[in-house]
């Protein structure tokens, strides 16, 4: 897996959102596939306010203490700082701008790629000297290159 350091500005996303675990993930009641699919039901990407909607987020964020508490899902749109208006009871969360290292995952189908890149994120920052921040991680995909048998994703970490 590639990776990169970069720093990122504050971003506002907006989307809808669920708070899990890790345990419950890998279990049978993870909440994340139904997450998606709410997503893609939402029409969100054509919402007033969206700024870049060919980037779709997968953010996760509110992290209760580290890689085993709970966090929370928010999957997304970059928004507007002035997007207020919202009927449809999306969450609305900012992150910070922070450092991050960048991972990008080898392409392939998503429900395979993603979970494998969290497991190599996972083990890397077990002997790792960057030291993660959990103010806000985020998985980015980009709809111009959209193939779900082919998916790329870059992850990015907020680190000190």
């Known amino acids: ?21 890790n345990a419950e993930e890998t279990g049978p009641d993870g909440r994340l596939p139904q997450l998606w699919d709410t997503y893609f039901q939402s029409n969100l990407v054509s919402a007033a306010g969206v700024r870049n909607p060919q980037f779709l987020y997968s953010l996760y964020t509110d992290y209760e203490s580290d890689v085993n508490g709970a966090y929370t ?8 700082n002035e997007f207020v208006q919202d009927d449809n009871n999306h969450a ?4 910070p701008k922070s450092k991050y290292i960048v991972f990008t995952a080898k392409k392939g189908p998503m429900y395979e790629v993603v979970p494998e890149a969290w497991r190599e994120i996972w083990t890397y920052f077990k002997q790792s000297p960057e030291v993660r921040t959990y103010t806000g991680d985020f998985e980015l995909y980009d709809s111009r290159n959209s193939d779900p048998a082919n998916t790329e994703v870059q992850i990015y970490i907020a680190i000190k």
Do not use: A, C, F, Q
């Open 1 to 21: 897996m590639n990776t990169y350091t970069t720093h990122k500005p504050k971003l506002i996303i907006t989307g809808v959102t669920v708070r899990t675990t």
């Open 73 to 80: 899902v928010v999957i997304g749109h970059e928004t507007d």
């Open 92 to 95: 609305i969360v900012e992150i």
